[in-house]
Nanobody, 123 residues
Framework: QLQFVESGGGLVQPGGSLRLSCVAS????????IGWFRQAPGKEREGVSC????????DYADSVKGRFTISRDNAKNTVYLQMNSLKPEDTAVYYC????????????????WGQGTQVTVSS
């Protein structure tokens, strides 16, 4: 089955940090650009960040710029999202997905979605 397995979410206080991981299952990560997305209850899935195949190019939503960092380790078939200075509005289920090309695009252009990992930012 071609999909991602996300992990690393949890409950964190405002200002805290989390590191999400996204492991590719059933395919080789090298051939794909990867996007991180999130979906809060009652809201549409939104793009958070994306990274090209080599890891040399990245992009971020304005709401997370300067706080989140995306990276990848193709040897480990894994993509990461380091999230710092977390805010309550970052609360959502976080997903990763793949796309053949870079740059970032809307979620409908991506496939192989995992189950997501819940991030809750609350005091």
């Amino acid at each position: 089955q071609l999909q991602f397995v996300e992990s690393g979410g949890g409950l964190v206080q405002p200002g805290g940090s989390l590191r999400l991981s996204c492991v590719a299952s059933g395919f080789t990560l090298d051939y794909y650009a990867i996007g991180w997305f999130r979906q809060a209850p009652g809201k549409e899935r939104e793009g958070v960040s994306c990274i090209n195949r080599s890891g040399g190019s990245t992009d971020y939503a304005d709401s997370v710029k300067g706080r989140f960092t995306i990276s990848r380790d193709n040897a480990k078939n894994t993509v990461y999202l380091q999230m710092n200075s977390l805010k309550p509005e970052d609360t959502a289920v976080y997903y990763c997905a793949r796309r053949r090309s870079y740059p970032c695009s809307g979620y409908k252009e991506y496939d192989s979605w995992g189950q997501g990992t819940q991030v809750t930012v609350s005091s």
